[in-house]
């Protein structure tokens, strides 16, 4: 069972910065898959970032270019550094991680970001 803590959240004004991490527990973290999704209101989850075991990285076509996800092994953390942000990242960020071999897949409780125009 892997148990995530996710942090940084909050408001900020068009155009600013934020930066989530996500503490993993539980498993061995170099077997596990990381990603952050994303549920604005009305809307389903959507995939905003994932960062693969091997360090593979690929994001969603409205985040690149201001989004950098990156992992760190020895502190069990993923982070999520969102630039330039628009109203319409205005979601609740929820940090998953997949394990690799069981393909167990486990949630973090989510983090608010609100992006004023």
């Known amino acids: 069972q892997v148990q995530l803590v996710e942090s940084g959240g909050g408001l900020v004004q068009s155009g600013g910065s934020l930066t989530l991490s996500c503490v993993a527990s539980g498993d061995d973290y170099s077997n596990l898959d990381m990603a952050w999704y994303r549920r604005a209101p009305g809307n389903q989850h959507e995939l905003v970032a994932r960062v693969m075991y091997n360090f593979n990285i690929n994001y969603r076509d409205s985040v690149k270019d201001r989004f950098t996800i990156s992992r760190d092994n020895a502190k069990s953390t993923v ?39």
């Open 79 to 117: 982070y999520l550094q969102m630039n330039s942000l628009k109203p319409e990242d205005t979601a609740v960020y929820y940090c998953n991680a997949q394990n690799r071999a069981s393909t167990a897949s486990y949630w973090g409780p989510g983090t608010q970001v609100t992006v004023s125009s």
